[in-house]
């Protein structure tokens, strides 16, 4: 390894000291706020490394890393989701009693996880990122362990976690019996000579339960409901966003390494899986009156349209992809903030009563979550419905009009319980509970503008996507 | 060694994780469902091992060494939360934890 | 870069209400009229334009700018004849919904009127954009401050009525998304040239069996918003729900846009499939009259009628258009004007009658001519006008198209014709249950005041002069004909 | 004089808007003015313009363009206003009787609440019937035509409080829709064929375009007829005239006598050449008047109410009308016309009297003795009903009644059937004629006659009747006098009658008729004045009564199309109120729910549930990889 090697892992490091640094923090006693803000720091110097590094790119790192345009543009995404979920977090877990510093180890860890997935080309790497991303979601999950079934979730989603990784290695060890690679390029040589083993394959679909898994794609959706509504509001935001990018990243590395896409059984099993998700997921969300576990089963749904745009397995399709994972991660991080926002002590914001008439209480809250739901539902003027267009028009141009046709039908069976709640919000008789004191000024009012900046994003990228769809098709041409 | 044997010894590695999955969902008893997990773990751990030795490669044990600490890491985590679970429900028993449905 | 001032006036007065009414809602309303009312002078000053203009054929405003160049998708607005018109119509109606909802409306005024701008802005966009992206997003646009409408201000069952209006619009124009791509990138293709604009895309050569399915895709989205039988199940709802400016706009003006997409984009880019299908499209356009007038003549809601009797006279328009003859297209165009003021007057009168009433149920009422007998004029005015009594603007439009279908199809021609017969049943039953009989209702009732007479008043002498001086909208859309290559005498 | 041609229907147009736009501000006196006295300057208008006609040379057409009205393609129409000797008729009727009816309507509706709404309405129908008649494109005289229909409409429910009135005038106005729909098909048709709306070259062309009796030209001359017989009340479409009567006298008397009602008849003399092309439909025009006539002949003998046995003469007499036009004469339609016009006027307004007189009694039999009361009433309505029977000589009525009958035998299209049914739809005539004045004006007095008309109401009764008797002079039968100042003008535009060859004297026709109107006479005086034994049996037969009240219902036609059409389309609607597509869509819905159910039912919170649902995904991808 040397020094320019060195140089282009340079934000990963600075992640993996963060923790260090929050470890140290805690040794010297250090309040919950200079931690946060020191968090803050670190993130941002890893934006600015990311920056830093960008025009040595791509730089392989052997055998196990490679870092590109496509791993910086998802690691500038995990980053700027884990500022915003950090931000987020102050103001939840400082109204909680409990001890809310280790928490921020954990975050990072996790978050080192997901980016250490983007940069991953060998399977050691895969799944070391993956490992400590889970690890530490089990922990993050359960946190506030006296409240809200925190226990029960974490303890299904480790089991559940545990299983998949099983299942993740034992592909893994048939893959690398098979080809005797265990990296993604070496693994697509012997391929390219030898053709596909039935036992390779076999392997191939243990690896996509595990992915399965951790994108919450049907039929191994069952846990993400229940883990989303019983973490902690910013862990769920976490779970919704950076573990799944950090994830469909490495599955889209592999794929694009392996060209999955040139077999046909994959191709029928991600689009079963694709066209299982959108309908499972929307319909599952119909008449749910948990806010949490509605979004949870929208992710599922979204999921499945974003392997519609994965399944064509061409530069338009990776665009639209990524170009979704911005738009929806910008927009579930909104409606997660404002469930954070209207949280209190005593009771998570997650029941749908709670937010009737809200547009006549609180209009700039209420309205930003609107935004965030329209931006789901897919309508103009959000980034939502362009994120989808371009999953449209990446199928369109590879013509694989089955899933299309799902896709279309069920966003509309979405767009019902998203106008559900935009009804609720928009309702004329105003829910009498009663809204939380604001008791850290700073904070509440950071988070609040952070709330308002990312709608106004949403609708900026909505009207104007051109900025965007071109640095991500700068950053992709960095391979 | 020969891939033929090479083979055997997967296939003693799938009966090994079958019998994991099998236990994960037959034991009601959180310990137990871990204990499988901890099975089918070492039961792709062997399945590296056996890779590994038909490539001549040092990598599947590696993969091995890995998979156990990260077995490790788990089970030190989970059994925190089995804890927890003893402590809050005063039972072991998955199928008492159902708070969290539709 | 008129046209897009007019959209942003429009735009920023939704946005000036909004601010103003928490403190000063009488500001707010009339913020929203002279918006309205600005527009309107603009457009009619662009009439004269047009007028001056050389040769009326082509687009006397055309105007291009770059939005997302790395897909081809351009800021392109232009103006014809036809989307003039309809321009027109959009502000006219848009002057009287914001007076007729000047009393209506007493909660949240300024986000009524936001959204009830917005709509309009969303509209005019519609009519007037030349990319099929930047047409789509209009479409879109359009429908959720209508949506809102619906759902806030509406009727007991506004919900109900607003998730069955988007849901059902919704799916029509996500698959009008799907075939605006594929035209996208069969065109594309051919020429390497990857665009969205509506004259790049005009002469893109797709074969039979493709053209027939992104066409179905385009006509699937215009053919629920229009609405043809039997994807009409939204628009009872929604029109009996909303309230009265909201119904006004619905039947006056989206319900067009569905005619206008047809005429647009449907026949010019698919000459050879709309023909092929033109004999189906007939064939639901005759049900639509047909079926529509029945539901009409057995409802007891007073709404739901005149929503029904929209079904029915939108089978007209569908029958028009797929005749390809010249004179049912000049019909299609009077129709479209026609029907969005005699519907949106039989609707302004609804929501009058129900702000006195206080129901919509015409078994509730019965005799109020004598004590409204100025309103009961005006019904019958525009009862009669749906009836199609000549004379009267609708007459025009019914008489060009039913003449012009004759030729080519003269059996679906004669069905169509019988629906006049229906027409008059259900515009008598109407003007019976509600003004005929004797006074049911105790509570004393003001005939029509000063601002409602100047709607009532507005709408009457537009339907009248249509009726007798149909010529210069007929000159206006004359290059019409030339839209579709089969489109004959 | 053609420049001014537009103030005969603007003034009444005039007199309408400023009625009904100003009516509840202005003075009861006012309103009678301008109502009243637009229709009278009109008709002034009118004798100028028509003696200015007459001194002119045959052929004169006067025509006045007011405006281009539409141009698309090769579909234009104009409001454009076209004078003819046949056009001139009718509008001579139309505003010098139309004056007559405005002013005894300021008497008579002098205590109504809706003087101005009244009068409004029937400015209205006078600019629209004057339309119809004067329009030179199919167009435009279907604007008339469906104006008078919407003015008929409005008129006939006038007084629409009560249900009946409300229930007739919507009766009237969608049956005479179905014929409206036909007629405006056979535009199309014409269009089609023709390629031109425009009247004066529609006639020229269809010579040219057509072979006599093709298929095309008796479709088009049966689908005007349609239309035609809806706004008359010919049969099959005649149902709705009798119940009409539900609107003031008056309005009977302008609308469902003198002037609407006999549109039809203008219309098929107007597109005579395409009915002469077709010597089906010519026919089929015949047989319907000849059945029509006598099948409300027969309901107007048993009829109680003075207005309905009125109404039903009127559909009668228009019988005659289709009669003679369907045989070919032409003029003797246009000449029946005509005379009708006034002493069916006369006989509307006269009653419209008695019953006002009578505190709003319409039952004759709850008249009588009215002879002393109200003589210039009774000599009036004497005169009346004298033309009515065809009292020969002396009633207008005979001349051109006789005439009828003349041709009905002997014109070109004639037939010994045809001739057969009118002849006994003049002893019909002539039996109700005597009926209603004897039971009306004789016999003991039943109900106490309130206020008597005043003059203003009896000035145009006078006038009417003195037409009634004089109007027939002008066109003797040419055995008789030779006088035929009326066919000479109508010849101008009008094809003269043909007569089949080899026909017996004139004059045995001629007398047979006063024979048999003569014999009615007397029967309805043997019957109802002496009061004969007969009369008595027959009210106690059963038999009897059963044809009385079937006839008494207008043959039960009501019936039979309450069954046929009426009440299946009010159970097709009534079963499909909630709109049967709506429960395709609630079923998807459903389907939703009932999904989201069973979804849901796996989100048990059960870990091991969710442990086999990732056995369940590798099982599937497992499957599929054996399969593929």
């Known amino acids: 390894m040397n020094e320019l090697q060195l140089l282009a892992l340079l934000p990963f490091i600075v992640l993996a000291m963060a923790s260090v640094i929050v470890i140290l923090l805690i040794a010297f006693r250090l309040s919950h706020t200079v931690i946060q803000v020191v968090g803050f720091l670190m993130m941002c110097l890893v934006v600015f490394a990311t920056w830093y590094v960008k025009d040595t790119l791509p730089k392989e790192i052997a055998p196990l890393f490679i870092v590109d345009g496509q791993a910086a543009l998802f690691t500038g995404l995990i980053i700027f989701s884990v500022l915003v979920i950090g931000l987020f977090s102050y103001i939840y877990f400082e109204e909680r009693e409990e001890n809310p510093k280790e928490y921020y180890i954990l975050l990072f860890l996790a978050t080192l996880g997901a980016a250490i997935l983007t940069i991953s080309q060998h399977f050691i790497s895969l799944f070391i990122g993956l490992e400590l991303l889970s690890v530490s979601l089990y922990a993050l999950i359960a946190y506030l362990r006296n409240r809200n079934n925190a226990v029960e979730a974490g303890m299904k989603y480790l089991i559940l976690a545990a299983i998949s990784s099983a299942f993740l290695l034992f592909g893994m060890a048939l893959i690398y019996m098979e080809t005797g690679s265990?990296?993604?390029?070496?693994?697509?040589?012997?391929?390219?000579?030898?053709?596909?083993?039935?036992?390779?394959?076999?392997?191939?679909?243990?690896?996509?339960?595990?992915?399965?898994?951790?994108?919450?794609?049907?039929?191994?959706?069952?846990?993400?409901?229940?883990?989303?509504?019983?973490?902690?509001?910013?862990?769920?935001?976490?779970?919704?966003?950076?573990?799944?990018?950090?994830?469909?990243?490495?599955?889209?590395?592999?794929?694009?390494?392996?060209?999955?896409?040139?077999?046909?059984?994959?191709?029928?099993?991600?689009?079963?899986?694709?066209?299982?998700?959108?309908?499972?997921?929307?319909?599952?969300a119909l008449r749910q009156q948990n806010l949490k576990r509605l979004l949870a089963y929208s992710s599922i749904a979204h999921f499945g349209y974003l392997l519609v745009a994965f399944l064509p397995g061409n530069e338009a399709g990776t665009e639209a992809a990524i170009f979704y994972l911005i738009a929806y991660a910008i927009t579930l991080l909104t409606a997660f903030g404002v469930i954070i926002l209207l949280s209190s002590r005593q009771r998570e914001a997650d029941n749908l009563n709670i937010y009737e008439g809200l547009i006549w209480k609180q209009p700039i809250i209420a309205s930003i979550l609107a935004i965030a739901l329209f931006s789901l539902a897919g309508i103009p003027l959000t980034a939502g419905f362009l994120a989808k267009f371009f999953i449209l028009s990446a199928g369109v141009q590879q013509a694989v009009w089955l899933p299309l046709i799902v896709l279309v039908l069920t966003s509309v069976i979405g767009l019902y319980y998203y106008l559900r709640i935009i009804t609720t919000l928009f309702s004329s008789t105003v829910s009498t509970e009663s809204m939380p004191k604001t008791i850290h000024p700073f904070f509440h009012i950071s988070t609040y503008i952070t709330l308002v900046i990312m709608a106004g994003l949403l609708c900026w990228l909505g009207v104007f996507p051109g900025i965007i769809l071109s640095s991500i098709r700068t950053f992709l041409l960095l391979h | 060694m020969s891939s033929i044997h090479a083979h055997t010894v997967l296939i003693v590695a799938a009966i090994l994780f079958v019998l994991g999955l099998a236990g994960a969902l037959i034991r009601r008893n959180v310990i137990f469902m871990l204990l499988s997990i901890e099975i089918m773990l070492n039961a792709a751990g062997l399945a590296f091992v056996v890779a590994g030795a038909r490539w001549q490669q040092p990598d599947g044990q590696i993969m091995y060494l890995f998979i156990l600490a990260m077995a490790a890491a788990e089970v030190s985590v989970a059994l925190a939360l089995v804890l927890q679970i003893h402590h809050q429900h005063k039972t072991l028993d998955i199928e008492q934890l159902k708070e969290l449905k539709d | 870069m008129i046209l897009i001032w007019m959209i942003c006036i429009l735009l920023s007065g939704g946005i000036l209400c909004w601010l103003t009414a928490q403190r000063l809602p009488l500001l707010a309303k009339w913020i929203a009229l002279l918006t309205v009312i600005a527009d309107m002078l603009i457009a009619c000053w662009l009439f004269r334009v047009y007028e001056a203009f050389p040769d009326n054929t082509s687009w006397f405003i055309n105007y291009q700018a770059n939005w997302i160049p790395s897909v081809g998708i351009s800021f392109h607005v232009a103006l014809d004849g036809f989307s003039h018109l309809l321009l027109l119509l959009t502000f006219f109606l848009g002057i009287l919904s914001v007076l007729c909802s000047w009393k209506e409306v007493r909660e949240k005024t300024g986000f009524y009127f936001f959204c009830l701008l917005w709509s309009l802005a969303g509209i005019s966009g519609v009519f007037i954009a030349m990319d099929l992206f930047l047409f789509y997003f209009c479409w879109e646009i359009m429908l959720i401050p209508m949506f809102f409408l619906i759902v806030i201000w509406g009727d007991a069952r506004r919900r109900y009525a607003a998730y069955k209006f988007f849901i059902f619009t919704q799916v029509g124009s996500l698959l009008m998304l799907l075939a605006i791509l594929a035209l996208y990138f069969i065109h594309g293709r051919q020429t390497g040239n990857y665009t969205f604009d509506y004259f790049g895309l005009l002469h893109t050569v797709t074969d039979g069996a493709t053209a027939k399915w992104i066409m179905l895709g385009f006509l699937f989205a215009f053919a629920i918003k229009l609405p043809v039988v039997p994807f009409h199940n939204w628009l009872p709802d929604a029109h009996s729900e909303a309230p009265t400016a909201g119904s006004l706009l619905l039947a006056g003006l989206l319900l067009k846009t569905g005619a206008y997409g047809i005429i647009r984009f449907v026949l010019p880019f698919f000459p050879e499939a709309s023909v092929s299908i033109a004999p189906w499209m007939i064939f639901l356009g005759v049900t639509g009259i047909i079926y529509g007038a029945l539901l009409a003549f057995s409802q007891t809601d007073l709404k739901r009628l005149i929503a029904y009797t929209s079904v029915s006279h939108m089978g007209f328009v569908l029958v028009g258009i797929f005749s390809f003859s010249n004179i049912a297209m000049q019909g299609v165009v009077m129709q479209i004007l026609t029907h969005g003021i005699s519907t949106g007057a039989l609707f302004v009168m609804a929501g009058m009658l129900k702000e006195r009433l206080h129901t919509r149920d015409i078994t509730q009422m019965g005799g109020l001519w004598t004590s409204m007998p100025a309103l009961g004029g005006v019904a019958i005015l525009f009862t009669m006008a749906s009836a199609g009594l000549p004379a009267l603007g609708n007459f025009i439009a019914e008489f060009f198209i039913l003449l012009g279908a004759f030729a080519g199809n003269p059996v679906f021609s004669v069905i169509a014709t019988l629906g006049l017969i229906l027409s008059a049943l259900y515009s008598l039953r109407m003007l019976q249950k509600v003004f005929m009989g004797q006074q049911t209702v105790t509570v004393p009732v003001k005939d029509i005041s000063t601002r409602e007479f100047i709607i009532m008043a507005a709408l009457s002498i537009s339907i009248v002069i249509l009726g007798l001086f149909p010529q210069p909208v007929i000159d206006t859309v004359r290059h019409l004909s030339t839209i579709h290559p089969s489109i004959h005498e | 004089m053609e420049q001014y041609l537009y103030l005969i229907p603007a003034l009444p147009l005039i007199g309408f808007l400023v009625l009904s736009l100003a009516g509840k501000y202005l003075s009861r006196n006012f309103i009678a003015g301008i109502g009243a006295g637009s229709v009278c300057v009109s008709a002034l208008i009118t004798i100028i313009l028509g003696v200015r006609f007459l001194q002119s040379p045959p052929g004169t057409v006067y025509t006045q363009l007011l405006w281009h009205w539409f141009l698309t393609g090769h579909l234009s129409a104009d409001l454009s206003l076209r004078i003819d000797a046949l056009s001139l008729i009718f509008i001579c009727i139309i505003t010098f009787?139309?004056?007559?009816?405005?002013?005894?309507?300021?008497?008579?509706?002098?205590?109504?609440?809706?003087?101005?709404?009244?009068?409004?309405?029937?400015?209205?129908?006078?600019?629209?019937?004057?339309?119809?008649?004067?329009?030179?494109?199919?167009?435009?005289?279907?604007?008339?035509?469906?104006?008078?229909?919407?003015?008929?409409?409005?008129?006939?429910?006038?007084?629409?409080?009560?249900?009946?009135?409300?229930?007739?005038?919507?009766?009237?106005?969608?049956?005479?829709?179905?014929?409206?729909?036909?007629?405006?098909?056979?535009?199309?048709?014409?269009?089609?064929?023709?390629?031109?709306?425009?009247?004066?070259?529609?006639?020229?062309?269809?010579?040219?375009?057509?072979?006599?009796?093709?298929?095309?030209?008796?479709?088009?001359?049966?689908?005007?007829?349609?239309?035609?017989?809806?706004?008359?009340?010919?049969?099959?479409?005649?149902?709705?005239?009798?119940?009409?009567?539900?609107?003031?006298?008056?309005?009977?008397?302008?609308?469902?006598?003198?002037?609407?009602?006999?549109?039809?008849?203008?219309?098929?003399?107007?597109?005579?050449?395409?009915?002469?092309?077709?010597?089906?439909?010519?026919?089929?025009?015949?047989?319907?008047?000849?059945?029509?006539?006598?099948?409300?002949?027969?309901?107007?003998?048993?009829?109680?109410?003075?207005?309905?046995?009125?109404?039903?003469?009127?559909?009668?007499?228009?019988?005659y009308m289709f009669l003679a036009m369907g045989v070919g004469a032409w003029s003797a339609a246009i000449f029946h016309f005509f005379t009708h016009a006034f002493f069916k006027a006369l006989l509307f307004l006269a009653a419209g009297a008695v019953i006002e007189t009578l505190h709003h009694?319409?039952?004759?039999?709850?008249?009588?003795?009215?002879?002393?009361?109200?003589?210039?009433?009774?000599?009036?309505?004497?005169?009346?009903?004298?033309?009515?029977?065809?009292?020969?000589?002396?009633?207008?009525?005979?001349?051109?009644?006789?005439?009828?009958?003349?041709?009905?035998?002997?014109?070109?299209?004639?037939?010994?059937?045809?001739?057969?049914?009118?002849?006994?739809?003049?002893?019909?005539?002539?039996?109700?004629?005597?009926?209603?004045?004897?039971?009306?004006?004789?016999?003991?007095?039943?109900?106490?006659?309130?206020?008597?008309?005043?003059?203003?109401?009896?000035?145009?009764?006078?006038?009417?009747?003195?037409?009634?008797?004089?109007?027939?002079?002008?066109?003797?039968?040419?055995?008789?006098?030779?006088?035929?100042?009326?066919?000479?003008?109508?010849?101008?535009?009008?094809?003269?009658?043909?007569?089949?060859?080899?026909?017996?004297?004139?004059?045995?026709?001629?007398?047979?008729?006063?024979?048999?109107?003569?014999?009615?006479?007397?029967?309805?005086?043997?019957?109802?004045?002496?009061?004969?034994?007969?009369?008595?049996?027959?009210?106690?037969?059963?038999?009897?009564?059963?044809?009385?009240?079937?006839?008494?219902?207008?043959?039960?036609?009501?019936?039979?199309?309450?069954?046929?059409?009426?009440?299946?389309?009010?159970?097709?609607?009534?079963?499909?109120?909630?709109?049967?597509?709506?429960?395709?869509?609630?079923?998807?819905?459903?389907?939703?729910?009932?999904?989201?159910?069973?979804?849901?039912?796996?989100?048990?919170?059960?870990?091991?549930?969710?442990?086999?649902?990732?056995?369940?995904?590798?099982?599937?991808?497992?499957?599929?990889?054996?399969?593929?």
């Open chain 1, 182 to 284: 265990m990296k993604f390029a070496g693994i697509a040589t012997v391929l390219g000579q030898a053709g596909a083993s039935p036992l390779f394959l076999m392997g191939l679909g243990m690896i996509v339960v595990a992915i399965g898994f951790k994108l919450a794609l049907v039929p191994f959706h069952l846990w993400a409901a229940d883990v989303y509504q019983g973490s902690p509001s910013p862990v769920t935001a976490f779970i919704a966003t950076i573990s799944k990018i950090g994830t469909f990243a490495v599955l889209l590395r592999f794929s694009q390494i392996i060209h999955l896409q040139h077999y046909p059984l994959v191709i029928i099993i991600f689009s079963v899986i694709s066209i299982a998700s959108m309908i499972a997921g929307n319909i599952l």
């Open chain 4, 97 to 319: 009787i139309g004056a007559l009816i405005h002013i005894y309507s300021i008497a008579f509706m002098r205590n109504d609440r809706d003087y101005a709404r009244f009068f409004a309405s029937m400015n209205l129908f006078v600019c629209a019937m004057l339309l119809l008649v004067m329009a030179d494109n199919l167009v435009l005289l279907y604007l008339g035509w469906e104006g008078v229909g919407l003015c008929s409409y409005l008129l006939i429910g006038f007084w629409y409080e009560t249900p009946a009135n409300y229930r007739a005038a919507n009766k009237a106005f969608v049956i005479t829709r179905i014929g409206d729909t036909a007629m405006i098909i056979g535009l199309f048709l014409i269009f089609k064929e023709l390629g031109t709306l425009y009247i004066p070259d529609i006639l020229i062309q269809s010579t040219q375009h057509f072979n006599s009796g093709s298929a095309t030209i008796t479709l088009i001359a049966l689908l005007l007829l349609s239309g035609g017989i809806g706004k008359s009340a010919q049969l099959p479409l005649q149902t709705w005239l009798p119940d009409a009567m539900a609107g003031p006298s008056p309005v009977s008397a302008l609308i469902h006598a003198a002037t609407m009602v006999t549109a039809g008849v203008y219309l098929i003399s107007r597109m005579h050449t395409i009915f002469e092309l077709s010597p089906l439909a010519m026919h089929v025009t015949a047989v319907i008047g000849a059945v029509t006539l006598f099948m409300a002949g027969c309901s107007a003998m048993v009829q109680t109410d003075i207005k309905r046995v009125l109404a039903y003469s009127t559909i009668s007499q228009i019988g």
């Open chain 4, 361 to 628: 009694e319409h039952n004759i039999f709850k008249m009588g003795g009215l002879r002393k009361e109200m003589p210039v009433i009774y000599y009036t309505f004497t005169i009346g009903a004298a033309a009515l029977a065809a009292l020969p000589l002396v009633t207008a009525g005979f001349f051109s009644k006789d005439q009828i009958l003349w041709y009905a035998w002997s014109a070109g299209g004639g037939h010994p059937a045809l001739w057969a049914l009118a002849l006994s739809g003049a002893f019909i005539t002539a039996f109700y004629s005597t009926r209603l004045i004897l039971v009306v004006f004789w016999g003991d007095m039943k109900t106490t006659p309130g206020h008597l008309p005043s003059g203003i109401m009896t000035v145009p009764l006078i006038i009417l009747a003195f037409f009634s008797i004089a109007g027939g002079w002008i066109e003797w039968p040419h055995n008789l006098l030779h006088i035929s100042l009326f066919s000479e003008q109508v010849q101008q535009v009008l094809p003269v009658t043909q007569l089949k060859p080899h026909l017996p004297e004139e004059i045995v026709f001629q007398l047979i008729a006063v024979v048999v109107s003569l014999f009615g006479i007397y029967t309805g005086y043997a019957l109802y004045y002496r009061q004969s034994e007969l009369m008595t049996l027959w009210r106690q037969s059963a038999n009897v009564m059963t044809v009385r009240n079937f006839l008494l219902n207008g043959w039960r036609f009501d019936q039979l199309y309450d069954t046929l059409l009426v009440r299946p389309f009010l159970f097709i609607t009534r079963i499909n109120k909630s709109d049967v597509t709506d429960k395709l869509y609630t079923g998807i819905a459903d389907i939703h729910l009932q999904l989201n159910k069973l979804f849901s039912f796996f989100q048990n919170g059960s870990l091991r549930w969710y442990v086999a649902g990732v056995l369940i995904g590798i099982l599937f991808i497992i499957t599929l990889q054996l399969l593929l």
